[in-house]
């Protein structure tokens, strides 16, 4: 029952692989609380009480945050509206329940200024590398270099989500627009512009890319351990972005969402609207971009208390 609903929501609702491991997960919590496991839950056996027994555990024994108890009940949630549409039950028993709230924290962003520190360290490294009778093994630190200050570049000027990168191609660049098509969750197309100088970067990286390899499976690639140009992978991209941002700010976080939220902000403090962010974003909800409004404003008000006389008193 349940791996009929997680096939439902991999096929026909096109979640992530991510997405559809953590609903497994969480559910398989569930069943594990209610002493069964995922392969034999039977919904006539589960009521109400068993589910708010099981967000009081988590909260009280297990110590789980607001949001990741939120979260657990969002799942077990949309698998009893799934068996309500399968006519698998006649009642939904996580209708009337609860769950604890949960603070938004603001999200991170880098400073203009930290932006064009990695830039310029960037732009040292390409051309510290860019010797045009190094040995194959500078030939590589060269593509390198142009990859990883593209990521950063692409990252910053798109908003787009790590995964949104990982799965880009040749064919969704369209360098003669200079627009970039881009597939954010549920497979959800957006078309974001770019601009002339980002373009210059992808054509020096598909130059020296092409001196490497003629066919890529990707857009972005990397040579693997046995020495085989392969797709880019998730632990390499958040290893890219934590050493070159860790470079230059002082945040504890480097990752490639902060970027994303760091193209927001400075969308937003240059005077672009919120709906055209939410566009950008490829957020389904409006509501989930609001959040920068608070960055903004946070940022505003620390100026404000800093400099103005009378908010020193």
Aim: net charge neutral.
């Amino acid at each position: 029952m349940i791996q009929h609903f997680l096939d439902y929501i991999a096929i026909e609702r096109k979640y992530s692989q991510r997405t559809v491991e953590a609903y497994r997960d969480d559910l398989r919590d569930f069943c594990r609380f209610i002493g069964c496991e995922i392969d034999d839950f039977d919904p006539a056996d589960v009521d109400e009480t068993d589910v708010k027994t099981w967000m009081l555990d988590m909260i009280e024994n297990q110590h789980q945050k607001p949001r990741s108890v939120k979260r657990r009940l969002s799942a077990l949630r949309s698998f009893y509206k799934f068996l309500l549409r399968q006519r698998s039950v006649t009642k939904d028993i996580t209708a009337r329940i609860v769950p604890p709230k949960a603070d938004k924290p603001l999200p991170v962003f880098f400073r203009q200024e930290e932006m064009e520190a990695a830039e310029n360290i960037n732009d040292e490294l390409i051309a510290t590398t860019s010797l045009n009778d190094a040995p194959a093994a500078s030939n590589d630190e060269h593509f390198e270099a142009l990859r990883d200050a593209l990521i950063i570049e692409m990252l910053y000027q798109t908003g787009m989500r790590q995964a949104e990168l990982l799965g880009l191609t040749d064919a969704d660049l369209d360098l003669t627009t200079g627009q970039v098509r881009i597939f954010g969750k549920r497979r959800k197309e957006r078309i974001v512009p770019i601009g002339e100088h980002l373009i210059h970067q992808i054509l020096d990286y598909l130059s020296v890319r092409a001196e490497i390899i003629t066919e890529s499976p990707t857009f972005f690639v990397k040579r693997s351990k046995s020495g085989e140009i392969v797709a880019m992978t998730k632990n390499t991209l958040y290893t890219i972005v934590r050493t070159r941002m860790g470079e230059v700010s002082t945040l504890k976080k480097h990752s490639p969402h902060v970027l994303r939220h760091t193209f927001a902000t400075t969308m937003l403090d240059n005077g672009a609207d919120i709906r055209t962010i939410q566009t950008l974003l490829g957020h389904a909800s409006l509501s989930t971009t609001s959040i920068y409004t608070h960055t903004t404003f946070e940022q505003v008000k620390r100026v404000y208390m800093a400099t103005h006389p009378r908010a020193k008193k």
